[in-house]
């Protein structure tokens, strides 16, 4: 039998949209004097993200703390507010020729503060690192309405805790993140594409091949024949089983010579055809790869996301796909993180069974599983965070200690946190 969250969690809830820093602590101490629950929002992209929160309160809308700091480009470091949205700060660095190379899904529609609060990353991930990696200081809104700082704006800075690395990924839980200092990276010169179509049968092997190639790939990704259909990518007519694109970065002799040398070290796999994509075609892909992790497929009721060691990819897909007919997979298979958007028509309790099943391999391999998104009426029976482990207790005494009267995202988190 299954329980029923709220069709729309959000619903009773006030909304707020401060106008300054000032503003989001006076509403903090409101909210903290009458126990209300905090829930911080940028643009909303990733409001589906976690459990319903277990009371009712405000949502602290931070779209006006949007504004730049800082950013001494020679340093390669930039400072700007938590609100900001990634498609501004990517229009700002590029300006100077520099990225944040980290990939957002929704990046028209998506805040910096959301991106850190998920510590989302795409294809990027395998070579260029996550957000923690990025992040070298950061300001707070604790329970008390206060700012707090730590870290700075400068790269090599080790003063204080590190509260960034803690604060990435936490979902808003320990606090609102208001301000961030990233380090930043050049652009690029050149970047290209190897596209592997292959058959079901070759994947491992040829997966092996890639992990032990002489060249650097930033990005190796796996995509199902049913994904390859998506309208992101249905320009490239692949109707082989699966798709490898092996994508690189870096200056334009590099770029050629690492192509050429993995498409000679894999010209003998069987049954498969090979292409080589340059710019400006590429970039179109590097884009679509980004967004399809989180495609809003019509009637697609969850999606899984499988943490697992890179060596189980293949073998982790093709369990996917018997156990789930018509799934989606999207896999960075250099991270070992495998997505899987479940097809629309499937029952409830056909998916309960199913990812309960792709949640106990994933355990197997020493990994996990999480629900990126699910359907509101079926979080409540799902394992949306995966199997609990017993570093929760840890995670529970550091919430207790930065936000003891549980106002920021309660019940969202990890185990109900």
């Known amino acids: 039998m299954f329980l029923t969250d709220s069709l729309n969690p959000l619903d009773g809830f006030v909304h707020k949209h401060p106008s300054d820093v000032l503003e989001a602590c006076e509403i903090i101490k409101q909210s903290a004097a009458n126990l209300d629950a905090i829930v911080p929002s940028g643009s909303g992209s990733k409001m589906n993200i976690g459990n319903a929160p277990s009371r009712k309160g405000v949502v602290l ?6 504004k730049v700091i800082d950013y001494p480009a020679r340093d390669m470091t930039v400072t700007v507010q938590a609100g900001i949205l990634i498609k501004d700060l990517k229009e700002m660095l590029g300006k100077e020729n520099q990225r ?19 510590n989302t990353s795409g294809p990027r991930r395998f070579g260029w690192g ?16 206060v700012e707090t700082k730590a ?6 800075n080790v003063a204080g805790y590190d509260f960034c690395k803690l604060h990435t990924g936490a979902l808003g ?3 609102i993140i208001s301000q961030v200092t990233l380090k930043v990276r050049p652009n690029p010169e050149a970047s290209a594409f190897l596209l592997l179509t292959l058959n079901l049968a070759n994947v491992e092997s040829v997966l092996d091949r890639i992990h032990n190639t002489k060249t650097r790939p930033v990005a190796v990704e796996l995509l199902n024949k049913t ?19 092996i994508g690189f970065e870096h200056s334009a002799e590099a770029v050629k010579w690492q192509t050429e040398t993995l498409a000679n070290e894999l010209a003998d796999v069987p049954n498969s055809k090979l292409e080589i994509i340059n ?14 992790q989180a495609a809003r497929i019509s009637g697609c009721p969850l999606t899984f996301k499988a943490n697992i060691p890179s060596a189980k990819v293949a073998t982790f897909a093709s369990f996917a796909l018997e156990t789930i007919p018509g799934v989606s997979l999207q896999a960075h298979a250099g991270s070992g993180i495998v997505f899987g958007h479940i097809p629309e028509g499937i029952s409830q309790q056909v998916a309960f069974n199913s990812i309960d ?11 996990n599983l999480v629900l990126p998104y699910c359907l509101p009426e079926w979080k409540a029976s799902f394992p949306v965070w995966g199997q609990i482990r017993p570093d929760v207790k840890v995670m529970r005494k550091v919430k207790e200690s930065l936000d003891p009267k549980a106002l920021f995202n309660p019940g969202r988190f990890v185990d109900r946190i």
């Open 61 to 66: 809308g931070t779209k006006n703390l949007n």
């Open 100 to 118: 944040l190379p980290i990939d957002d899904p929704y990046p028209a529609n998506s805040s910096l503060g959301g991106l850190l609060a998920t």
């Open 130 to 145: 996550t957000l923690r990696d990025y992040v070298i200081g950061i300001s707070i809104l604790n329970d008390e309405g």
């Open 151 to 156: 870290g700075g704006r400068v790269v090599k």
């Open 173 to 175: 839980t320990l606090g």
């Open 227 to 245: 994904a390859l259909q998506h309208p992101l990518f249905k320009h490239l007519a692949v109707t082989a089983d699966y798709g490898i694109f």
């Open 279 to 292: 710019a400006p075609s590429d970039s179109a892909l590097w884009q679509a790869l980004g967004e399809f």
């Open 357 to 367: 099943m792709l949640l106990q391999k994933a355990v197997r391999y020493q990994g």
